[in-house]
């Protein structure tokens, strides 16, 4: 229920403040105590596009009356398209804090100041279930099946995406725990680079056997997986206001229904795994709404 005028705004402080000091635990309110209603533009990892468009977005508009607009790309793109001015945004969802570091600082245009990892997704080998290839990932080590002749395995661009970085550190880590530093070329060799937002249509076409994808990725479409033991990564999710958002109360309103019990219940159906909210970054620019909920972060 969204709640209207001055009255439905000190009801809603109360009831954040009593479930605060209640319980003891840092909880946020599923409905935002802003009155402002308008339009949101958030900037997110496209590695997040089902979760955005089909849940998070659609009930964060409908509980708070506020109105979600998104735009999808690599975490890296998006972090250079906000810096060079080229897309404005109000809230930026990285799926790495390194990407944060982009937009921090009088060098880098002193876009964001502060950020929250609020959860978690491994890295996992997704593939076509009809692939020729696929009762070989289901019984062989990936890492020998992905450089057979004629495997086609899809990653996404290192240099614009942080996936395409953690597949790299996975070969890395694969050379070196099985004594095989040919690996990564082998794979290369086999490899092609995709738009992030492209790779599961190229994977259920059969333009591709496997790809590199996040377990939120997999869930969603209902792509069979194999894990990438012995190696063990995962994207790292942020959420920030941007220093000029020319939204700022809706985008706080954002955040906080992500931040939200609701929220959380939405990146776990998704396939993410929630982490207890943690900042980074000075507290000072924190928006005043979201201090009791990141509080004691580092």
């Known amino acids: ?28 309110s599923d409905t935002t105590s802003t009155a402002a209603k308008g339009p949101v533009n958030v900037l997110y990892a496209g590695s997040l596009v089902g979760l955005m468009e089909n849940s998070l977005g659609p009930q964060f508009d ?9 735009f999808s790309a690599g975490s890296d793109a998006l972090a250079q398209q906000i810096k060079g001015k080229v897309r404005q945004g109000d809230v930026f969802i990285s799926a790495s804090p390194s990407v944060n570091a982009e937009l921090q600082g ?30 070989d990932l289901k019984s062989k080590p990936w890492y020998q099946v992905i450089t057979q002749p004629g495997f086609k395995l899809g990653v996404t661009d290192p240099k ?4 395409g970085r953690l597949a790299q550190q996975a070969l890395s880590e694969a050379a070196t725990s099985y004594h095989d530093p040919g690996l990564p070329a082998a794979a290369q060799r086999n490899t092609t680079v995709l ?17 590199f994808f996040y377990s939120n990725e997999a869930t969603e479409q209902k792509i069979p997986t194999i894990s990438l033991d012995p190696v063990r990564l995962a994207a790292t999710y942020t959420a920030t206001v941007l220093n000029k958002a020319p939204n700022p109360a809706p985008a706080t309103a ?28 000075n507290p000072a620019d924190v928006p005043p709404a979201l201090k009791s909920v990141l509080r004691g972060g580092a």
């Not at 209207?4 to 946020?28: I, N, Q």
């Not at 076509?128 to 290839?133: A, G, I, L």
Request: net charge neutral; glycine share 12%.
């Open 62 to 70: 409908q509980a708070t009356g506020d109105h979600f607009q998104g």
């Open 1 to 28: 229920m969204v709640l209207r005028g001055v009255a439905g705004v000190a009801a809603a402080a109360v009831m954040a403040l009593t479930a605060c000091s209640s319980s003891g635990a840092v909880t946020t």
């Open 195 to 211: 738009p992030e937002t492209e790779l599961v249509g190229r994977l259920e076409s059969g333009q591709l056997d496997a790809g």
């Open 106 to 135: 009088a060098a880098n245009g002193n876009w964001e100041s502060w950020y929250a990892k609020f959860a978690s997704a491994p890295l996992l080998i997704g593939y076509n279930p009809h692939s020729k290839f696929a009762a």
């Open 160 to 163: 614009i995406d942080p996936k």
């Open 254 to 281: 954002f955040v906080q229904y992500l931040l939200s019990p609701t929220g959380q219940a939405l990146l776990k159906k998704d396939g993410l795994t929630p982490m207890p909210p943690t900042l980074s970054g």
